[in-house]
């Protein structure tokens, strides 16, 4: 089995699918005009999905309030202090600083504007293609 997407219910799908498009490099693979407002966004490789919606019959998680360590999403970049400045401004938050890992990982933390954890990360040793 592969893993199709993820899905996050958030404030206002269209704005954040605009910015994934925008500054993470994600295009938009199907997108609905009505409640819930869904959008589907690929990344480059065009394998790995997210869904973002926002459906008034469930809670709206609070992103900000979590630790970015209980959940994050990642982007792969070969630039993390650049793409870092890039985000943040952008609009991204800093959520910490840029360290390195002893297995030589570059990793930052980052929360978009709707405060949901994204990481960047430069892997010593690629982990996927």
């Not at 980052?110 to 405060?115: C, V």
Request: no cysteine; aromatic share 6%; proline share 10%.
């Amino acid at each position: 089995m592969k893993i199709e997407h993820v899905a996050w219910q958030v404030p206002d799908p269209v704005a954040l699918a605009d910015w994934y498009v925008e500054h993470l490099g994600m295009r938009v693979k199907r997108a609905s005009s009505a409640p819930p407002f869904a959008r589907f966004l690929a990344d480059d490789s065009d394998r790995v999905m997210i869904e973002v919606y926002s459906n008034p019959q469930v809670p709206m998680p609070d992103y900000a309030a979590a630790d970015p360590l209980v959940m994050h999403l990642a982007f792969l970049t070969d630039d993390v202090t650049g793409t870092r400045a890039r985000l943040i401004a952008a609009g991204a938050t800093p959520a910490g600083e840029i360290v390195v890992t002893p297995a030589g990982d570059e990793l930052a933390m980052l929360r978009d504007p709707w405060g949901i954890p994204l990481q960047l990360v430069r892997r010593a040793e690629p982990m996927i293609g």
